[in-house]
C-alpha cells in the first residue's frame, strides 16, 4: 500500500499512512469520530484537561484578563477621556470580527504547505463556531499542532507587541481583543491537547468534509 509523505515544510519527517492504512485495524485504532455539529461539547468537555495547549491558552487567557482590568480607563491609571463604551465595542467586538480571517487564513497555510489542496471552511452558528478544514487529508499529531496553533501564537505574539508599544486607552482595548481571541482558540488547543494524550503512540486525523465529521487514529503500537 502507498504511503503519502507530507509536502514542502514537513517533507523530512516520516511517511503519513493513507485513509486506508488507517482503517486496517491491525496497525491502527480509531479513537475517536467527532461529528462536526458535536465540536462545542467536545471542547467544553476538555477545557479542563492538562495539556500544554490549554496551559498555554489558560495562562494567556488570565494575563490578557488581569491587563484587561488593570489597564481599565480611570481604574488605575487616571484617564481625562475614558471612552469606555468606545473601548468595549472595538476591544470586544470591532478587532475581533476583524481577526477572524486573518486566524483561518493562519489555518489554511500551513494545511497547504503540508500538501492539501481539497480546503474547506464552514460556520456553525448554533455552536458560534468558524472552521477550516482539509476534505480526506491525513496529518499527524505533529503538523495537526502545527496547522491549529499557528493562529493562537501568530496573532497572540501580535496582540503582544502592540499592547506593549500602544497607548495607555489602546493597551487597554488590545488587552481586551487578546482575551476574547484566545478563548477562540480552545477548540484547536483542545484537540491538540486530546491527539498529544496517548503517549508514545502514533497520532493521526483526516476529515471528511462531506460528511462533517474528523476521525482521530491511534498506532496500536508505540512509535
Given at each position: 500500500?502507498?504511503?503519502?509523505?507530507?509536502?514542502y515544510?514537513?517533507?523530512?519527517?516520516?511517511?503519513?499512512?493513507?485513509?486506508?492504512?488507517?482503517?486496517?485495524?491491525?496497525?491502527?485504532?480509531?479513537?475517536?469520530?467527532?461529528?462536526?455539529?458535536?465540536?462545542?461539547?467536545?471542547?467544553?468537555?476538555?477545557?479542563?484537561s492538562?495539556?500544554?495547549?490549554?496551559?498555554?491558552?489558560?495562562?494567556?487567557?488570565?494575563?490578557?484578563?488581569?491587563?484587561?482590568?488593570?489597564?481599565?480607563?480611570?481604574l488605575?491609571?487616571?484617564?481625562?477621556?475614558?471612552?469606555?463604551?468606545?473601548?468595549?465595542?472595538?476591544?470586544?467586538?470591532?478587532?475581533?470580527?476583524l481577526?477572524?480571517?486573518?486566524?483561518?487564513?493562519?489555518?489554511?497555510?500551513?494545511?497547504?504547505?503540508?500538501?492539501?489542496?481539497?480546503i474547506?471552511?464552514?460556520?456553525?452558528?448554533?455552536?458560534?463556531?468558524?472552521?477550516v478544514?482539509?476534505?480526506?487529508?491525513?496529518?499527524?499529531?505533529?503538523?495537526?499542532?502545527?496547522?491549529a496553533?499557528?493562529?493562537?501564537?501568530?496573532?497572540?505574539?501580535?496582540?503582544?507587541?502592540?499592547?506593549?508599544?500602544?497607548?495607555?486607552?489602546?493597551k487597554?482595548?488590545?488587552?481586551?481583543?487578546?482575551?476574547?481571541?484566545?478563548?477562540?482558540?480552545?477548540?484547536?488547543?483542545?484537540?491538540?491537547?486530546?491527539?498529544?494524550?496517548?503517549?508514545k503512540?502514533?497520532?493521526?486525523?483526516?476529515?471528511d468534509a462531506?460528511?462533517?465529521?474528523?476521525?482521530?487514529?491511534?498506532?496500536?503500537?508505540?512509535?
Amino acid at each position: 500500500m502507498p504511503l503519502r509523505a507530507d509536502h514542502y515544510l514537513w517533507s523530512a519527517v516520516k511517511p503519513v499512512p493513507t485513509i486506508e492504512e488507517l482503517k486496517d485495524t491491525s496497525s491502527w485504532e480509531k479513537v475517536l469520530t467527532l461529528p462536526y455539529d458535536e465540536i462545542a461539547p467536545f471542547v467544553i468537555g476538555h477545557i479542563s484537561s492538562i495539556s500544554i495547549p490549554m496551559m498555554l491558552v489558560w495562562l494567556t487567557a488570565i494575563a490578557s484578563l488581569f491587563l484587561s482590568v488593570w489597564y481599565w480607563p480611570g481604574l488605575v491609571f487616571p484617564s481625562e477621556d475614558p471612552r469606555v463604551l468606545a473601548g468595549l465595542t472595538v476591544g470586544l467586538l470591532i478587532i475581533p470580527i476583524l481577526l477572524v480571517p486573518l486566524h483561518e487564513g493562519s489555518h489554511i497555510l500551513p494545511f497547504w504547505l503540508a500538501g492539501a489542496r481539497d480546503i474547506r471552511y464552514g460556520v456553525n452558528l448554533r455552536q458560534g463556531i468558524i472552521y477550516v478544514t482539509a476534505h480526506r487529508f491525513v496529518v499527524t499529531g505533529r503538523v495537526f499542532a502545527i496547522i491549529a496553533l499557528i493562529p493562537f501564537v501568530f496573532i497572540t505574539l501580535i496582540l503582544g507587541i502592540f499592547i506593549l508599544i500602544s497607548p495607555l486607552w489602546w493597551k487597554w482595548v488590545l488587552s481586551m481583543t487578546l482575551f476574547v481571541h484566545t478563548t477562540m482558540c480552545t477548540g484547536d488547543a483542545a484537540l491538540t491537547g486530546f491527539m498529544n494524550s496517548f503517549g508514545k503512540r502514533s497520532v493521526c486525523t483526516w476529515d471528511d468534509a462531506e460528511l462533517k465529521e474528523a476521525y482521530f487514529y491511534a498506532s496500536v503500537q508505540t512509535a
